[in-house]
């Protein structure tokens, strides 16, 4: 039977969202609302082969949601309200009680809210958008799918920070990991086409937030995020890694407080912080191109974190078999893929240069010891599918049954 499925992903300034057909998984609608809560919201949709684009006068949530149900019916998407049945919403931090998306109701959204502490810019927001989307569509099945689920398989000796354990029991300072549907969205491409769900894959998520997740049989290993999408890789505004004692040293000479340390840290670092140019590495490209030294500086900071992360969780899996390069940059990035993968010729890996130019499924040379992929993300899909996979489970195993009509 034919059901439709939205995907909702909410962030601080934009909702995503994706209209699919279920079970043959076509797309029957795409588009988001940028400049949310600012005073130029803008709706963008593309269905079928059209586009459409609009200046809104209200900028809320629930305005934007009504908009957006509106929009599909007028359009004939979706023959009748009740006939979306189900609504997948990503949400960014489901702690350590969350290892698979569940259904929401009052005790999960009591939850997401009390995880709030942990995702203070996310989860709020995520909690918003599911509250305004059950209200407009109460007939619906609500689903959260989380991003640090994936990450739960993540064992203690790597999850754990070397603080004193309280910190662990007490506030539950832990790495988490995130980006965890993307992760996974590779991690099941692999296994669906390549049947190599058994081997050891490192995927390398470069977008404007970026991390890397180490895979031992389908499963997340390591990642690169922890505690927050702070650490890790250099991103586009992001620091990554960076010694610790640093935000209390720059917060004393500086005589700043901590709020600016962390928005400094999140907003101004990065690729844009070192280049004083730019956070779109589109940009960064071209002025190194062109010789300016901070852009051809931030891009071999980006480079050279990619190289050593990619090494050490080579160390961690006492081995490779795949490489993944997905997100913005790692779709597109001829030259990050290259100079990653020259860097990484002592693990064996030989790409062909002809097949990364024109981003070939497989970019990794026969004599290549490893095999080297561009696998193009899909967090929408994976929303969808992961919620329509935990309705059709059995209901006493956390599926439940999709009888509105009553
Ligand atoms: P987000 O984390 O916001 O989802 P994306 O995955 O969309 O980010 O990635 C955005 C990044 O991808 C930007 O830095 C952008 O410049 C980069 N990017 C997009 N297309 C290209 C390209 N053709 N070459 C290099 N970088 C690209």
Request: aromatic share 8%; hydrophobic share 40%.
């Amino acid at each position: 039977m034919n059901e439709y499925v939205l995907s909702v992903n909410g962030g601080s300034s934009s909702l995503k969202f994706r209209l699919y057909r279920m079970p043959d998984e076509s797309q029957l609608l795409s588009g988001q609302f940028d400049g949310m809560n600012s005073a130029n919201p803008v709706f963008k949709a593309v269905y079928g082969e059209c586009k459409q684009q609009e200046n809104l006068s209200t900028e809320d949530f629930a305005s934007a949601a009504h908009y957006l149900l509106s929009f599909m019916l007028e359009k004939q998407l979706i023959p009748n309200q009740q006939s979306l049945k189900v609504v997948g919403h990503r949400v960014a931090h489901g702690g350590e009680h969350y290892s698979g998306p569940v259904v929401i109701d009052n005790e999960v959204l009591g939850n997401i809210d009390r995880l709030s502490s942990l995702a203070p810019i996310h989860n709020p927001i995520n909690l918003l958008c599911i509250q305004v989307f059950r209200q407009i569509l109460p007939t619906a099945v609500h689903v959260a799918v989380f991003d640090t689920a994936f990450h739960q398989t993540i064992e203690p000796s790597r999850y754990l920070y070397p603080l004193p354990y309280e910190m662990y029991l007490n506030h539950k300072i832990r790495r988490y990991g995130f980006h965890g549907i993307s992760h996974q969205y590779v991690s099941t491409v692999l296994s669906a086409t390549f049947q190599e769900q058994s081997q050891k894959v490192i995927n390398c998520h470069l977008g404007n937030g970026a991390s890397i997740c180490a895979m031992f049989e389908g499963r997340s290993v390591m990642t690169s995020m922890g505690f927050t999408p702070l650490s890790g890789l250099m991103m586009g505004t992001r620091c990554g890694d960076i010694d610790p004692a640093l935000p209390i040293h720059i917060a004393r000479i500086t005589g700043t407080d901590m709020d600016n340390v962390d928005r400094m840290m999140n907003f101004k670092s990065g690729l844009l912080g070192v280049s004083q140019y730019s956070s779109d590495f589109r940009l960064i490209n071209e002025a190194a191109q062109q010789g300016n030294q901070q852009a051809i500086l931030a891009q071999e900071m980006f480079i050279n974190r990619i190289v050593e992360t990619v090494g050490a969780y080579a160390a961690a899996l006492n081995g490779l078999d795949v490489l993944v390069f997905t997100g913005g940059i790692g779709e597109n990035s001829e030259v990050v893929r290259q100079r990653v993968c020259e860097q990484l010729a002592y693990l064996g890996v030989v790409i062909e240069t002809t097949k990364n130019r024109s981003a070939e499924q497989v970019i990794s040379a026969q004599a290549s010891r490893i095999i080297v992929k561009i696998i193009k993300t899909d967090e929408e899909l994976m929303i969808a599918r992961e919620s329509v996979k935990l309705l059709a489970e059995p209901v006493d195993s956390g599926g439940v049954e999709l009888n509105h009509d009553d």
